[in-house]
């Protein structure tokens, strides 16, 4: 596969084994590669995990890298993404962190992340992050995410990420743990 591409759809082909993972289907793309259903469900099932504000929310959407997808059937059952923050928000993120850095490199998110209730700890969001960090392995810069969820803190940890700064109190969570790689 040729990752230089602009658009297109990445497929997962190692997941048609007999398992729930091998009956989701998963996709990758730009925003712009998006339909406008697509955009819309992305955004429903995002509000749905309540850790958003839904302030310019789409357009946060649109301004992803990319955005992941897991379907179920038909039904859209896990999201995630690749986000590209503003300089604002990388300095809100540090200064509730405590971490001082040099902010000349560029930076990607790992964020928007949310798999309906009934389907987690099958793998679904894991799925998309490794989907979604292979896709940016040729970004030369940091890859961060915040997060108070101890399965995602675990598989940042195990994808080479390291906690840095202090724990913190977010708008929707608590002790949310700033993670960082740099590529």
Do not use: W
């Amino acid at each position: 596969m040729n990752h230089n591409i602009s658009t297109g759809l990445v497929f997962y082909p190692g997941y048609n084994q007999p398992n729930f993972l091998g009956n989701c289907h998963f996709e990758i793309k730009r925003p712009c590669d998006c339909s406008m259903i697509q955009l819309h469900h992305f955004y429903l099932l995002l509000r749905k995990g309540n850790k958003v504000s839904p302030v310019d929310l789409h357009l946060k959407i649109f301004n992803a890298a990319f955005l992941a997808f897991c379907y179920h059937g038909k039904k859209l059952v896990g999201i995630s993404a690749i986000k590209r923050p503003n300089v604002s928000y990388l300095h809100d993120v540090y200064k509730k962190a405590g971490i001082n850095t040099n902010m000349d490199q560029p930076f990607l998110e790992i964020g928007y992340s949310f798999t309906r209730e009934s389907l987690r700890k099958k793998g679904i969001s894991s799925t998309l992050k490794r989907m979604l960090l292979e896709k940016i392995r040729y970004h030369h810069g940091i890859v961060f995410s915040t997060t108070a969820t101890p399965s995602s803190q675990r598989f940042l940890l195990a994808n080479g990420f390291l906690a840095k700064g202090n724990p913190y109190q977010g708008n929707f969570d608590h002790h949310i743990v700033y993670f960082e790689r740099t590529q």
